[in-house]
């Protein structure tokens, strides 16, 4: 496996684990406020009698939490390449 699909591989998993933390986050919500899920996306919820209204956005915590994430990844993937040809 070359780099590129590396960090093709290790976007794939920060968007399932992107998409677990919505679900999670989404489905817990009970009253009116802000939330904000772990990896950084923020959840704003407006409760009344006749309406819901969500509304998302995007925080600098993903883009860090995505780059630690690629940096973590990669230089795993790095190690293991290493040890592998040794």
């Known amino acids: ?5 590396a960090f093709d591989a ?3 998993i920060y968007l399932v684990a992107f998409m677990i933390d919505y679900i999670i986050e989404l489905f817990s ?3 009116s406020g802000i939330k ?4 950084g996306l923020k959840i704003i919820t407006n409760m009344n ?5 969500i509304n998302f956005s995007l925080t ?3 883009l ?3 780059l630690v ?3 973590f990844f990669m230089s795993a993937f790095h190690f293991f390449k290493k040890i592998k040809t040794r």
């Open 29 to 31: 919500i009970n009253s």
């Open 1 to 5: 496996m070359n780099y590129y699909k």
């Open 36 to 39: 904000t899920t772990a990896l």
């Open 49 to 53: 009698e006749h309406s819901l209204n």
């Open 60 to 62: 600098w915590g993903i």
């Open 64 to 66: 860090i939490s995505y």
């Open 10 to 12: 290790g976007s794939s």
């Open 69 to 71: 994430f690629i940096l």
